[in-house]
């Protein structure tokens, strides 16, 4: 937790310091970015690495089962993956923020066809990464790297004016939020819901 302190912290003060100028919002650290859709920020490749993510966690935990530590904590990424993705879709419906391409105004809440706030992809990578954060990163100190996943999706995000400041760091936090939950319930809820066929694992049956 003091290594996604750190990096939050990090990222928060980049923000910050290029929101300087015109920040405003709940924080006054929101300001559209300059766009830019092309090369790693590019909108298709930013849907590439969220369909490698759900892929990943969906295979990985198939393939696994539920029995091997390292099949627990898939297990424990989808199910923050849901956690999130319904609690960001819950929080979109219920501020209704209008995204940086829609306004330049960033405090537009309760708007029609608003839904900005949280980010929903930020949201889901960090709630995919956080379990094996959690599980490994004392063991390995290398896995923190993963919190550069949902980094690069929240900076991508912001450059393509798909969300503000504030969207992207509310999206980071449920994310974690919902990753650490699940990382404490054993088993998961959908270990309890799966027939133990499914469960069991690609790996054992083969």
Not at 46 to 66: D, T
Not at 85 to 100: A, H, M, Q, Y
Not at 126 to 137: C, D, H, K, Q, S
Request: charged residues 20%.
């Amino acid at each position: 937790m003091r290594t996604w302190l750190a990096t939050l912290t990090l990222f928060l003060t980049a923000t910050c310091s290029v929101a300087a100028h015109a920040g405003d919002g709940p924080l006054g650290i929101d300001s559209r970015l300059n766009v830019d859709n092309q090369g790693i920020w590019k909108r298709s490749n930013q849907k590439a690495v969220m369909g490698v993510l759900i892929g990943g966690e969906l295979l990985g935990a198939l393939w696994e089962g539920s029995d091997s530590r390292l099949g627990r904590t898939f297990y424990q990424a989808i199910d923050a993956s849901i956690i999130g993705g319904v609690s960001s879709e819950v929080l979109k419906r219920t501020f209704r923020r209008e995204r940086p391409n829609q306004t330049d105004d960033p405090n537009a809440w309760f708007k029609h066809g608003g839904r900005s706030f949280p980010s929903g992809e930020v949201t889901l990578a960090a709630a995919v990464v956080t379990p094996f954060v959690l599980e490994y990163g004392h063991d390995h100190p290398a896995v923190y790297a993963l919190e550069l996943i949902p980094l690069y999706d929240a900076e991508a995000r912001m450059k393509v004016r798909g969300h503000w400041q504030t969207d992207v760091l509310a999206g980071w936090a449920l994310g974690s939020l919902a990753g650490y939950y699940t990382h404490t319930r054993n088993p998961g809820f959908s270990v309890a819901v799966l027939p133990r066929a499914i469960t069991v694992g690609w790996k054992t049956k083969f």
